[in-house]
């Protein structure tokens, strides 16, 4: 549902991908190797692991991986998975996304709550929708 999908590698620091989360107003990145999905991380697995800064703001631990906080292994679907399975999978999960995944494995996208209520709206649109995945690289220092 979620087409233009940004993920982030295992090595890249907590603190980031929570700048990533904050910047893009997203809540969830899924976590890939080369293509591969080997998780995901959500703002609850940042905030678990974050503080109240003294000015207030979020602090998140500058030597923590995402690696370390992600959920790994995930529930997936398919691209032609029904959304009522997808509904009935993450209230009893109590699960917000859910990642989209081809036949030989391949992070194809990402389902949402937001995704789900805007199917609503939308008129029951079913899956599946074309996909861009945006893979973000570890800066160099």
């Given at each position: 549902?979620?087409?233009?999908?940004?993920?982030?590698?295992?090595?890249?620091?907590l603190?980031?991908?929570?700048a990533?989360m904050?910047?893009?107003r997203?809540?969830?990145l899924?976590?890939?190797?080369a293509?591969?999905?080997l998780?995901?991380?959500?703002?609850?697995?940042?905030?678990?692991?974050?503080s109240v800064?003294?000015?207030?703001?979020?602090?998140v631990?500058t030597?923590?991986?995402?690696?370390a906080a992600?959920?790994?292994?995930?529930?997936?679907?398919g691209m032609?998975?029904?959304?009522?399975?997808?509904?009935r999978v993450m209230?009893?999960?109590k699960?917000?996304?859910?990642?989209?995944?081809?036949?030989?494995d391949?992070?194809?996208?990402?389902?949402?709550?937001?995704?789900l209520l805007l199917?609503?709206?939308?008129?029951?649109?079913q899956?599946?929708?074309d996909?861009?995945?945006?893979?973000?690289?570890?800066?160099t220092?």
């Amino acid at each position: 549902m979620t087409r233009d999908v940004i993920v982030v590698p295992p090595e890249l620091l907590l603190a980031e991908a929570w700048a990533i989360m904050q910047r893009e107003r997203i809540r969830h990145l899924p976590v890939v190797n080369a293509g591969a999905l080997l998780g995901i991380v959500s703002d609850r697995d940042v905030l678990l692991r974050a503080s109240v800064g003294v000015n207030g703001q979020v602090a998140v631990d500058t030597r923590e991986l995402v690696g370390a906080a992600m959920t790994p292994a995930p529930f997936v679907c398919g691209m032609t998975t029904p959304v009522d399975e997808l509904v009935r999978v993450m209230t009893e999960k109590k699960i917000d996304a859910i990642p989209v995944v081809s036949a030989n494995d391949r992070l194809v996208g990402l389902v949402t709550t937001t995704d789900l209520l805007l199917l609503l709206v939308d008129g029951g649109r079913q899956l599946p929708f074309d996909f861009e995945i945006h893979e973000t690289t570890i800066p160099t220092t």
